[in-house]
């Protein structure tokens, strides 16, 4: 439960309270598995913006929880996080090929793009999913992926 409460205050809080908190600047994703009698179970913590349209009609930070069994077979789609994140269809293809431990480079090739114009799509998709750095956009997708934590 402490593990749980302490994901939400990272996912929900902003400003100098959250770099007191958790000692960043940014609201972070974060799982964690729960273990029961009959099977475990992983919970996955990821904020939303205060303008998301899920938060928008509270105007706070927010988070979303997912609950999911490690046995399960899927991923989340590039449609999940243009929902989420409010990204475009290449900002969300990039997500999951990052995630996917594909490189820019080959991100850019596949898309037939130079790796200038991956390289904005990437800083676009940070700023609108809440992470500095291309490791906290892996990481928060990942939180979303049964199985993968």
């Given amino acids: 439960m402490e593990q749980f409460q ?26 964690f598995r729960l273990q029961g ?17 899920l938060a928008a009609f509270r105007q706070m930070h927010l ?3 997912v609950f999911a069994s490690p046995g399960m077979q ?3 789609g590039g449609q999940v ?5 409010g990204l475009t269809p290449t ?10 431990g594909q490189s820019i480079k080959a991100f850019a090739e596949a898309e037939g793009c130079s790796w200038h114009t991956v390289r904005t799509h990437l800083r676009n ?19 979303l992926q049964p199985g993968l934590r």
Avoid at 37 to 45: D, T
Avoid at 91 to 100: D, F, G, N, S, Y
């Fill in 125 to 143: 998709t940070l700023r609108k999913c809440g992470c500095g750095r291309q490791l906290d956009l892996v990481q928060l997708v990942q939180s």
């Fill in 91 to 100: 900002e969300a293809r990039l997500a999951l090929a990052l995630t996917a």
């Fill in 37 to 53: 009698r009959e099977s475990a179970v992983v919970v996955s913590v990821v904020p939303l913006k205060a303008s998301h349209p």
């Fill in 74 to 76: 899927g991923s989340v």
């Fill in 63 to 65: 988070a979303l929880v």
């Fill in 6 to 31: 302490r994901l939400l205050v990272a996912a929900c809080i902003q400003g100098p309270t959250l770099k007191s908190a958790v000692g960043g600047g940014a609201a972070t994703a974060g799982a």
């Fill in 81 to 85: 996080l243009q929902e989420l994140w």
